[in-house]
């Protein structure tokens, strides 16, 4: 099994700062397998970015993703209000498809 | 547009079966699959199981394998996960999420979700 390991685990920022959140696979994950949502309370996640890279449409270009092998990043640009909330990283690599524990982005 | 619409929250006692319906919509069924996703009360993301609308394959996670079932039937549009056993450690609210019908690499639509709630 892929273990998922999300740093940090809370992210105090501010409207208008950047925000840098890490998802490390205990093994190599292809890019193509990597994915990024976004979860706010009571509500389910929200696709942001599929592939390591691509951007879901609809989502705003302050979103990116990078990286490859076991390191990968989510980037916000510039925090919106509507930002803060629990970030996940999940795998499609092999199965079990697992999830990583989750970063909260919080004022 | 696309909708997975799931059914009403559940209380059940320990030792009892759930059944949990997701009815998608805007799109066509048989060319994706559905996955299930579960969350306890502050906890993170738990994936449970694919199943492929096209052809029915399936794959569970091992944690899930034997007591859990999931099926669709296309004349409906609706996906279903059975869960047998219950215990405590099952309450949780669980997600659908639209998957693709042979491979994945996201899940982009999800369902509203569904609070099972196992206590006696």
């Known amino acids: 099994e892929i273990v998922l390991t999300q740093s940090p685990g809370t992210l105090s920022l501010s409207p208008g700062e950047r925000a840098t959140l890490s998802c490390r696979a205990s093994q190599s994950v292809s890019t193509d397998y990597l994915t990024w949502y976004q979860q706010k309370p009571g509500q389910p996640p929200r696709l942001l970015i599929s592939?390591?890279?691509s951007t879901f449409p609809g989502i705003p270009d302050r979103f990116s993703g990078s990286g490859s092998g076991t390191d990968f990043t989510l980037t916000i640009s510039r925090l919106e209000p509507e930002d803060f909330a629990v970030y996940y990283c999940q795998q499609f690599g092999s199965s079990p498809w697992t999830f990583g524990q989750g970063t909260k982005v919080e004022v | 547009q696309i909708q997975l619409v799931q059914s009403g929250a559940e209380v059940k006692k320990p030792g009892a079966s759930v059944k949990v319906s997701c009815k998608a919509s805007g799109y066509s069924f048989t060319m994706y699959g559905i996955s299930w996703v579960r969350q306890a009360r502050g906890q993170g993301l738990e994936w449970m199981g694919w199943?492929?609308?096209?052809?029915?394959?399936?794959d569970y996670s091992q944690k899930m394998r034997g007591r859990m079932t999931m099926s669709t039937d296309t004349s409906t549009s609706t996906a279903y996960l059975e869960m047998r056993s219950l215990t405590s450690d099952d309450t949780a609210v669980y997600y659908c999420a639209r998957a693709g019908a042979v491979l994945t690499t996201h899940f982009d639509h999800w369902g509203q979700g569904t609070l099972v709630t196992v206590s006696s």
């Open positions: 199943i492929s609308a096209d052809n029915g394959n399936r």
């Open positions: 592939r390591a890279t």
